[in-house]
Every structure is written in structure tokens, then in C-alpha cells.
């Protein structure tokens, strides 16, 4: 399975923060939407970098208090992984375990076209999991 059969399902919607917006106002923005992370972009399209929870509590050791007033680009990861509708889930998936990561922006023809978390990889591949262990014991039963 691909990377575009989770944005179909889910949708390409992305949140995105400037690089000049404050700790302070994405920590707000990630928690009223939800969300674990901000792709940082100057255009909506072209991904400069990514801002996470995990660079945040990384950020705020190193600057304290200060931190909140800094713009994203200096606490964002860049550069960033990012993979395309093609790739596969599976590849995916290795990639955010061996990078540490669990958000991928997902970029075709290097316009910004969606992101996939950790939970939207987990979640598609349960999923694909159960309908495959349906399949076998409907063919199991079907047999007897």
C-alpha cells in the first residue's frame, strides 16, 4: 500500500507555521488543534522545516524560559524527512523508526501535499491487518 491510500483516507490538509512564529504561538496552535507538529513553510508549499513536541522540550532545556519568545526556525528540525503519495507505507515506516520521527510531510513535485504520523502509518497497517485476518478465516470457514 501507498502513502496516498492514508491521505485519501485522512485528507492533505496541513498545518503549517512561518518561520518567524513564536514557540509560543505554535505551543498554542499545536494544542487547539490537536496535533503533535507544524510543518514550518514561508509559502504553504516548500518545506523548510518541521516543528514537533520532542523539539520543543529539546528546545526548552537548552533556553529555559526564553524559549517561547524564539521563532521556529530556531528550534525546527531541518531538514526534514519527507516521502511522496508513491512510496510505500512499509518504507515509511522504517524511515520514522530509524530517524526517530513520527510525522512525515509528504511532498509531490516538491509542493507540500500532506502529512502522516506515526498514528496514521499504525492505524492503516492495523487496519490492512484485520481485513487480511478476515479474508483468511472467511476462506478457512468457507472450506469446512
Avoid at 14 to 39: D, M
Avoid at 97 to 106: A, D, E, M, N
Avoid at 108 to 118: A, T
Wanted: with cysteine.
Amino acid at each position: 500500500m501507498k502513502v496516498a491510500s492514508i491521505l485519501k483516507a485522512k485528507g492533505a490538509s496541513v498545518a503549517t507555521t512561518s518561520p518567524t512564529t513564536t514557540i509560543f504561538t505554535i505551543t498554542w496552535e499545536l494544542k487547539q488543534k490537536g496535533i503533535g507538529a507544524l510543518v514550518v513553510s514561508g509559502d504553504g508549499n516548500t518545506v523548510l522545516g518541521l516543528i514537533a513536541e520532542r523539539d520543543i522540550v529539546h528546545a526548552l532545556t537548552e533556553h529555559g524560559p526564553k524559549l517561547l519568545a524564539l521563532p521556529a526556525s530556531r528550534v525546527m528540525t531541518s531538514p526534514v524527512i519527507t516521502c511522496s503519495p508513491d512510496d510505500s507505507i512499509t518504507t515509511v515506516m522504517g524511515w520514522m523508526t530509524r530517524h526517530r520521527t513520527r510525522h512525515v510531510p509528504v511532498v509531490d513535485k516538491g509542493r507540500l501535499c500532506g502529512i502522516v504520523s506515526i498514528g496514521d502509518v499504525i492505524k492503516y497497517r492495523l487496519d490492512e491487518l484485520e481485513m487480511e485476518g478476515n479474508v483468511l478465516r472467511e476462506r478457512l470457514f468457507a472450506n469446512r
